[in-house]
Every structure is written in structure tokens, then in C-alpha cells.
């Protein structure tokens, strides 16, 4: 009996320090750059719903879960918050096409994805809140926002 107890405890051993080795490896830390550029979004309505629906992964202030602090699942999360930043960052800088293909993702309810949505649902906007969402995103400048 004590043999299995002593392999049980060295299997749960090997777990913690595998854990413990997989916290500090580098490169996957959850970060934010610093903010290069401000969208100076048409209302606040506008500026609310972006923040709520597409700032964790399309700039550089997002609002890191607390479960992506842990490998490996915090791989993941900075893969996709990564990911979503090199398609289109608000941070720093967008333009016309990026607006107009952020509003066919909208329209096509391919953003913000479903996986987001499961964990973050209120970031799921209503279809009265789409239409305003797109409304002002349509309503707002790109051009000369910065700093």
C-alpha cells in the first residue's frame, strides 16, 4: 500500500514542478504594448461597445482573464490576443479598409468568435447594438487620430 501512495505522491510531484517549469518559460507572458494611437471613436456609445466586443484582441489594452496568466492555456490566449493584434490593432493605427473589413466581419457575426463569446458574454452585442456599433464605426474618422 505504501508503494502505490509513494508512486501517487511522485506522479502529483512531477505534475506541480512540470506546472511550476511551464509558468516561467518566456515568450508567452500576456502584455500590452504601449498605446501609439487613439481612435477618437464618433460617440461614446461607439467607443463603449468597441472596448467591450473587440479591445482584447485588437489593441494594446487588453483586459488579460485571470486564467491567462497560467501555461499552457495562457499559449493560447496571447497566440490569439497576438493574432488578433496583427490583423487589426486600434492601438496603432487603422484605415479605411480596415474599417470597412471590420464591418463585413460584424455583419458576417464572425466577430467577435464564438469562442470569445463563451467565456466573455458581454461582449455578445445584440443585433439592435451591431447596427449601432456599425453605425458609428462608419460615422468615425481614421485618419488623424493619434497620439
Sequence with gaps: MSSKRNIILGVIAVIV?????LQVIPGFAPTNPAVQYKVTWSSAETASMMRRACYDCHSNETIWPWYAQFAPIS???VHDVNEGRQKLN???GTGEMEA????????????????YLTMHPDANLTADEKAALIAGIQATSFTGAGG
Design 90 to 92: 486600434f492601438s496603432e
Design 17 to 21: 514542478v512540470g506546472f511550476i517549469v
Design 100 to 115: 470597412r473589413e471590420l464591418i463585413r466581419q460584424i455583419e458576417s457575426d464572425k466577430m467577435p468568435p464564438k469562442i
Design 75 to 77: 499559449w493560447l490566449v
